[in-house]
């Protein structure tokens, strides 16, 4: 079986995605890194959050950033590239590059990055605590080469 280093999500601009001056709101694309995110997991039939027993598992965040580099609008449709930057022993950092897609080609407007760290939180007492990434995952996933970060 191969590994899964990227992973590519399409969506149209939705109206309430859009402030006063037509433009996407910056907080939209923070969204759409978790919703790339949740598309990579399902693909792989891996949930993205588990409920087993006496703890909840998931994925919160610990970093997130975005750069932008030009303006999408009401209707466009938009491409979110995922790369998986780098797994550790319980964190995934994750590398977006986020393009404007028309009939003609592809606008890079913006770039994101986020890690994630996999973690439980037991029932009784509501602690987090960080675990090891399931196997059942890391079976599945790799590293991006440098060469697929950049594009």
């Known amino acids: 079986m191969s590994k899964t280093s990227q992973h590519t999500y399409r969506r149209r601009v939705e109206f309430s995605e859009t402030d006063m001056a037509g433009i996407v709101h910056f907080s939209n694309f923070f969204r759409w890194m978790e919703a790339a995110e949740a598309s990579l997991f399902r693909d792989l039939s891996i949930p993205l959050f588990q409920i087993s027993g006496d703890h909840h598992g998931g994925w919160p965040r610990v970093r997130a950033s975005c750069s932008y580099h030009a303006p999408i609008y009401f209707e466009d449709e938009v491409e979110i590239k995922l790369s998986i930057k780098a797994i550790k022993i ?57 060469e697929a970060l950049k594009a």
């Open 90 to 146: 319980r964190a995934i950092e994750y590398a977006f590059r986020f393009y404007k897609v028309t009939e003609s080609d592809k606008q890079h407007i913006a770039s994101g990055e986020m890690t994630t760290v996999f973690a439980r939180k037991a029932k009784e007492d509501g602690k987090l605590e960080s675990m090891s990434i399931p196997k059942e995952l890391l079976d599945q996933i790799e590293d991006a080469s440098p």
